[in-house]
């Protein structure tokens, strides 16, 4: 239940690691995942209608995909020079995504 907010914590943390990294990404990720994990967890034990509960967590993961490949995570990422921290950001992209 946890591996999906620390896997996105960790794309703050790797980015922080060599650059300044605004406080708001890293609530950003934290607070889009655990919306999804919320509504998907509401729906498996039938606190709500599964339809509904899907289709909102779905958009929770949208914006989390949205956010970490077009939005201000990506835009983060593509300001810091490192190329360690460049590979590493595309190979989680890719995890989360596949």
Same mark, same amino acid.
């Given at each position: 239940?946890? &591996? ?8 703050? $943390?790797?980015?922080?690691? /060599? ?5 708001? /990404?890293?609530?950003?990720? $934290? ?6 994990? !919320? ?8 606190? =709500? ?13 949208? %914006?989390? !995909?949205? %956010? !970490? ?5 990506? #835009? ?9 921290? #460049?590979?590493?950001?595309? &190979? =989680? &992209?890719? $995890?989360?995504?596949?």
């Amino acid at each position: 239940l946890l &591996t999906v907010p620390l896997l996105m914590v960790e794309f703050y $943390l790797i980015m922080s690691a /060599v650059g300044k990294v605004p406080g708001r /990404v890293f609530w950003n990720l $934290l607070v889009g995942t655990t919306v999804m994990l !919320i509504f998907g967890y509401m729906g498996e034990t039938g606190m =709500m209608g599964v339809g509904l509960a899907f289709v909102l967590s779905m958009a929770a993961w949208f %914006y989390v !995909i949205w %956010y !970490i490949m077009k939005g201000e995570a990506s #835009q983060v990422n593509a300001s810091l020079a490192n190329a360690n921290v #460049q590979k590493a950001y595309k &190979t =989680m &992209t890719f $995890l989360v995504t596949v």
